[in-house]
């Protein structure tokens, strides 16, 4: 399936109003530091920003450690499998990874279904250039008091949380301009 065809069935999907009606498609953004800014700092670890302070597992079961995005901005993409409005960003998403590759970094969290249906997701939308995250049982999203899907949190170079919430196309692509600058 091509990019174009992918962004399409999503947008139609959500023209549909199958699932753009969930809360959270319609979010507005925050500027105000997430829930994530907290924890104590482990021995050796003060290069690394208590935002990244968080392990996870990708999709396939491999051990991921936040850290090692340190130092970088940093895109959180927040979805659900099920989420039209997320299918819709996930060509925008990939976009980002290629066009910023090592300048940002980019971290799908993936929350809100199953393991099959977020492969699936990833597999059916051709991105699969970004890791992902299997948050099944919602630790990270509780983490950046993430409530509803789809949001982005994007960190600075230091890991301080710049944006927290909704963000169409040209938002994301502003903010991410302004963030790798």
Request: charged share 15%; net charge neutral.
């Amino acid at each position: 399936m091509t990019r174009r065809a992918v962004v399409a069935l999503g947008l139609a999907v959500a023209a549909a109003g199958l699932v753009a009606t969930t809360a959270g498609c319609a979010a507005r953004p925050s500027t105000a530091p997430a829930a994530a800014a907290g924890g104590a700092a482990a021995a050796g670890a003060a290069a690394v920003p208590a935002t990244l302070r968080f392990t996870g597992r990708t999709l396939d079961g491999a051990a991921f450690d936040a850290a090692t995005l340190a130092g970088r901005p940093t895109v959180l993409w927040f979805w659900a499998p099920w989420c039209a409005t997320c299918a819709a960003e996930a060509q925008s998403v990939a976009d980002l990874k290629d066009e910023y590759g090592d300048r940002l970094a980019v971290l799908g969290i993936a929350g809100m279904g199953d393991n099959t249906a977020m492969h699936r997701f990833v597999a059916d939308l051709n991105v699969g250039t970004v890791p992902h995250l299997d948050d099944g049982q919602g630790v990270v999203w509780r983490r950046f008091g993430i409530t509803e899907q789809s949001t982005y949190v994007l960190l600075d170079r230091t890991g301080a949380v710049r944006v927290s919430g909704y963000l169409d196309d040209l938002q994301l692509t502003a903010q991410i301009k302004a963030l790798v600058a």
